[in-house]
């Protein structure tokens, strides 16, 4: 696996802002841009994912997890509890022009105030969905 910086967005990127929680099997209070539903369905009230979308941001969210757990220093503290709780992130998912994924972990503020660093970003096979690169911002 190559570690090196994936930052580069496509031109054609569907950023979709997402609740972790659906990776846990639900779906509550996701925003979405109305102009960048072309690839999913968008009701007025749910964002519907097709089953590839699911996988490759599973597979992301399964290192994601296990590096945010060994990252955090303190875990009783506030903001280390907050980080070790997945639902406290946002997704942005991109669509590279070569058809991967580019997932992208961003924590949400917390009281009020936005984290630096605490993310990470990941290019997933659209065809194997296994991690092709990784990058963390810890």
């Known amino acids: 696996m190559r570690h090196v910086s994936i930052a580069k967005r496509s031109k ?30 968008c009701p ?11 996988k490759a941001i599973s597979a992301a969210a399964k ?3 296990q590096v945010v ?8 503290s506030e903001l280390g509890l907050f980080l070790l709780d997945i639902k406290n992130y946002l997704i942005f998912i991109n669509i590279e022009p070569d058809g991967n994924f580019l997932i ?21 096979s659209s065809a194997t969905f296994e991690l092709l690169e990784k990058e963390y911002s810890m």
């Open 12 to 41: 054609k990127s569907y950023a979709i802002s997402l609740i972790l929680a659906f990776v846990i099997g639900t779906i509550h209070d996701i925003g979405y841009s109305r102009g960048k539903c072309e690839s999913l369905y």
């Open 44 to 54: 007025e009230d749910e964002v519907v994912l097709s089953g590839d979308y699911y």
């Open 63 to 65: 290192d994601f997890q």
């Open 69 to 76: 757990r060994r990252s955090v220093r303190n875990r009783k």
């Open 104 to 124: 992208n972990f961003h924590p949400k503020n917390f009281k009020d105030s936005p984290i630096k660093g605490g993310g990470a970003t990941y290019k997933v």
